[in-house]
């Protein structure tokens, strides 16, 4: 199982919250029990709605002007702890729930590396498509 050591680290998560950064690589959360996430592909689901995706950032959709979702993703996570956080197996997606009916999903949709999540203690790190 290549991501086993990963839910060990995941589960570490639980109880810490999170600050969303805009990133050269996408978008960055830094949790504050220290682990970090890059991460390009994302989605967020608030009460059993899609709030909001990586895929909206900088579209306009007929609005005025162009949707900053890194911004909306902050508002939507702020102050918010993480309930659960886990790996998909199969597709080597992360998924993280938030207090407040809340879930963040991290898409891996390539082999190549479209996240990394550094532990908070340094030693290594995982990426989406098992490199090491």
Wanted: hydrophobic residues 35%; without cysteine.
């Amino acid at each position: 199982m290549p991501y086993k050591n990963l839910n060990n680290s995941l589960s570490k998560l639980k109880g810490s919250s999170v600050t969303v950064s805009a990133a050269y690589v996408g978008t960055q959360l830094l949790f504050s029990e220290g682990a970090k996430l890059s991460a390009h592909y994302w989605r967020v689901v608030s009460n059993g709605m899609e709030a909001r995706s990586s895929f909206d950032h900088d579209q306009k959709y007929g609005r005025p002007a162009p949707i900053d979702a890194i911004k909306e993703l902050q508002k939507v996570l702020r102050k918010k702890t993480v309930t659960e956080a886990r790996v998909d197996n199969e597709t080597g997606d992360l998924h993280f729930r938030f207090r407040g009916n809340i879930k963040l999903q991290v898409f891996a949709f390539s082999s190549y590396e479209v996240w990394e999540l550094t532990p908070a203690d340094g030693k290594g790190s995982y990426y989406s498509n098992f490199a090491k």
